[in-house]
């Protein structure tokens, strides 16, 4: 960490495309207060991609989505790390931080994947097919986990399928995640019928709509919205994904078609890129505020813990995906 924290000036800079100057002001105090926190109590603040501005850009400091964050998590030097994220991505960090204190800013940070499915439910499906494989995205329970083979991110499902070398495998819990990779590989995939809640509310004609409005658009999709979206769009990506088109191909005008906080993030990076912003808004991801961090960190509250029984297991169902 650095000896001198960034002044509320600069860190307003970061963020003038995004949050308008009367807005400002409600930040600065829970900023100043989380930055010498973080200091005093050798924390460090991992948000993800829908995570809003004032706390992506102005505390966090890893920031990307749940490979990245699962990834960066492992290389983490601090006593206490605060996830900026729902549940399931605090467990991940756990898992792969046994002897961290992990601190979630609110329990009820949830995730319509995760709770799509129970740790029951996987040994069900295993039943049911013998012998195949089961590939769980990471957007679940450490007990689902701690079920599977190997786990996956929006990210590097494809190349996962692809490394286990088998005619068929089952991935759960997103529907749409399976049927978008069923696409792209011989490999048949059997689905279970999770569905996130912000993703599965956009539709095809959306994007006519879009496209009809602003001739020329870009249209990128995450792979958790319905297969009839994905085909629609120009590109479909894990949010890194997206990210990493814009910068790269700098198309003029863009939406994203994923969670609202993304599109803000993305364009504080690219002021010459034009984003269009139907975009859906995650309740969960919206529990996470300036407050509620700062109140994790004065208060050492809410304390991520994982059942013992299955600690071993979904570790090694994440850490076999990080070297896929
Ligand atoms: S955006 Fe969807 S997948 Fe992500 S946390 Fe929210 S409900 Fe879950």
């Known amino acids: 960490m650095s000896a001198v924290l960034p002044s509320s000036a600069a860190l307003y800079d970061r963020v003038r495309r995004v949050i308008p100057p009367i807005e400002w002001p409600v930040f600065v105090d829970d900023i100043d207060a989380i930055l010498k926190l973080k200091r005093q109590r050798n924390a460090v603040i991992l948000a993800h991609n829908y995570q809003t501005?004032?706390?992506?850009?102005?505390?966090?400091?890893?920031?990307?989505?749940?490979?990245?964050?699962?990834?960066?998590?492992?290389?983490?030097?601090?006593?206490?790390?605060?996830?900026?994220?729902?549940?399931?991505?605090?467990?991940?960090?756990?898992?792969?931080?046994?002897?961290?204190?992990?601190?979630?800013?609110?329990?009820?940070?949830?995730?319509?994947?995760?709770?799509?499915?129970?740790?029951?439910?996987?040994r069900l499906m295993r039943q049911r097919y013998a012998g195949v494989p089961v590939v769980t995205y990471v957007n679940t329970s450490a007990a689902v986990k701690a079920e599977s083979d190997i786990c996956c991110t929006s990210g590097n499902a494809l190349a996962v399928v692809k490394s286990l070398r088998v005619p068929r495998v089952i991935m759960l819990p997103d529907e749409y995640l399976a049927k978008n990779i069923a696409r792209q590989t011989k490999v048949e995939i059997i689905a279970w019928k999770g569905h996130c809640e912000v993703h599965e509310r956009f539709e095809a004609a959306d994007i006519r709509e879009l496209r009809e409005a602003h001739p020329g658009i870009s249209v990128l999709a995450h792979p958790e919205c319905p297969p009839a979206v994905v085909a629609e769009a120009d590109f479909a990506g894990s949010t890194a994904a997206m990210s990493d088109y814009v910068a790269r191909h700098r198309p003029a005008r863009v939406v994203l078609m994923t969670e609202c906080s993304m599109s803000d993030n993305v364009a504080v990076e690219h002021p010459d890129v034009d984003f269009v912003r139907p975009c859906n808004l995650c309740p969960h991801m919206k529990r996470i505020t300036l407050a509620n961090i700062r109140s994790a960190l004065e208060e050492n509250r809410h304390v991520v813990t994982i059942d013992p029984h299955v600690t071993e297991r979904a570790r090694w169902a994440v850490e076999r995906m990080l070297f896929v």
């Open 53 to 122: 501005p004032e706390i992506f850009h102005c505390v966090a400091d890893i920031v990307g989505d749940s490979l990245a964050l699962a990834h960066k998590a492992m290389t983490v030097d601090a006593d206490v790390i605060v996830l900026a994220g729902v549940h399931f991505m605090a467990e991940t960090a756990k898992l792969l931080n046994p002897d961290k204190t992990v601190l979630i800013p609110d329990l009820a940070a949830g995730c319509s994947l995760a709770d799509s499915i129970t740790a029951q439910d996987v």
